[in-house]
């Protein structure tokens, strides 16, 4: 092994200070411990993709993140900044961070354009007018302009998580956090959504994203970081962990998942 | 045995009259309990004890107690205790409204409940308040969701306020058996109320019905 590989390159940190912070997080549900002493880092423009064994914590990690989950010990810092413990300036820290979800959760009783509109108009106070706007450029972004009256009913999987990106990208947040944004979409319709989250990291959109989506992570992801038992068991550029990966358990959860390498 | 039906055209004035008391009855009734409700219920899934108490300790008193005995509760009790006379009308009205809403406000938590948590958190992601996100994003979803639900208890509250007849309402009920005592034609005053409670009913039970057709049905 050589000593590039062991302290692999991680290039967009050069000279910056990391955007988002793991110090040693704990987080646990009665007596099972989701995370035990998670240490990671995001630097601004990265796109860092959590992989790993369902319940291996990488979602409860995403939802510590914005605060969605409280955690137990350690500190989550955003900018620089812990997140804070009272719930009014957390709600200040949560419109920075953009959060796509599973099972979309697009609001059924509003339109597409409704729910792209409805974070900057209910938490910015911005005019339904603006909010339109720049709702309609947001879903023309993601290939949706012509469903803006369509209601998630009436939209396909991947045409609700696309509209879900628009609706987080709407409160232009500086990270956004993809929680597993195509394990819920028929195999037809996950290229769509994953080609709107490529779009996005060209751009230089800071993303976390936990995935299944092992190709994604692949070329898409500037880092990688494999979670087990709700540890970090390796983290490193995408060439290290899919092609020459250094933990057993990372082998395993790879030659697992029939990842060949 | 002989029947007279000619007493009813003379009553049907007063008969009509009546009817027109049980539905403004029942109007107003709703008109108080859905907002009651909403508010009842936002006490019993408030986070704060006190709240949370005040609000089920309502919820469990009003539902168990009957209607009947409320209405005389407050018609004859709050003059003693509080030194409040209010007239027939306002005393049923305001009996059952204090029942309705807190049927009401078990409706809305059923339904608030009903929402899945994913509905909140992404809500919440965009930076929304508790509050904003109930008012905004869960009951929109929960209304309409309770919507057949809330029909059922109108079609039974119409019915029910027949019991404030007991304090005096001079609703439909209460005129028709007033009209009963002074003529004595016993089942033609009883047919024609039934008619007319029927022919009231059955549309607002169709009604129900269709609501049920169109929003019963979940996700």
Redesign the interface.
Known sequence: MSEAQATPIRPKSEGREPIVVYDRVVKRFGSFTALNGVVAQVFPGEVVCLIGPSGSGKSTLL?CT?K?ETIDEGAVIFDGMPLPAE??LA??V??R???V?Q?F?????MTAIGNVM??PM??LGTSAGQAREEGMALLAKVGLEHKAESYPGELSGGQQQRV?IA??LA?KPEVM?FDEPTSALDPETVGEVLAVMRKLAEEGMTMVVVTHEMSFANRVGDWVIVFDHGRVVEEGPPGQIFGNPIEKRTQDFLSHIGWSM | MTFDWSVLWASLPALLDGARTTVLLTVLTMAVSIPGGILIMLLRVAPNRTLNAIGTVYVEVARNIPLILLAFWVYYVLPLLLDLRLPPFWAGLLSLSLIISAYNAETFRAGVNSIRRGQSDAALALGMSRAQVMRKIILPQAGRRVLPILANTWVSLFKDTSLVSVIGVHELAFTALQIRTTTFRVLEILTAMAVIYWAMGYPQAKLVDWLHRKYGVVE
């Open positions: 939802r914005n969605l719930e009014s709600r200040v949560r419109r961070m953009g959060m979800f099972s959760e697009l609001f059924p009783h409805s974070g209910t938490v879900a609706r987080a409160m956090l």
